[in-house]
């Protein structure tokens, strides 16, 4: 009954910033700790960032760390702030709930994703 909906990509230039929002509905929804993932074409699915249900912890992934911000507000949306984007950071991005960690089995839930271009 957990539904997930991601919102905010877009095409940006190399440096330029992007705020992406995850909006999650259901009896079961905000339970666990909630990721976010992105995959390139032909490229595995990888782990970004993930926070908590409280928003008390969380974790990001070397690659993004110290550029983007992952959090929530008092509502069931989960928000990731994309700073100084590269093109490397290229990917459809997706939200994941229902687990914990850093690994893609882990997580339950997924939503469509929503596509992020960095030009160069």
């Known amino acids: 009954q957990v539904q997930l909906a991601e919102s905010g990509g877009g095409l940006v230039q190399d440096g330029g910033s992007l705020r992406l929002s995850c909006a999650g509905s259901g009896r079961t929804s905000g339970s666990k700790a909630t990721g976010w993932f992105r995959q390139a074409p032909g490229k595995e699915r990888e782990f970004v960032a993930y926070i908590s249900r409280t928003g008390d912890i969380k974790y990001y992934a070397d690659s993004v760390k110290g550029r983007f911000t992952i959090s929530r507000d008092n509502a069931n949306t989960v928000y990731l702030q994309m700073n100084r984007l590269k093109p490397e950071d290229t990917a459809a991005y997706h939200c994941?709930?229902?687990?914990?960690?850093?690994?893609?089995?882990?997580?339950?839930?997924w939503g469509q994703g929503t596509q992020v271009t960095v030009s160069s």
């Open positions: 994941a709930a229902g687990g914990w960690g850093t690994n893609t089995n882990e997580y339950d839930y």
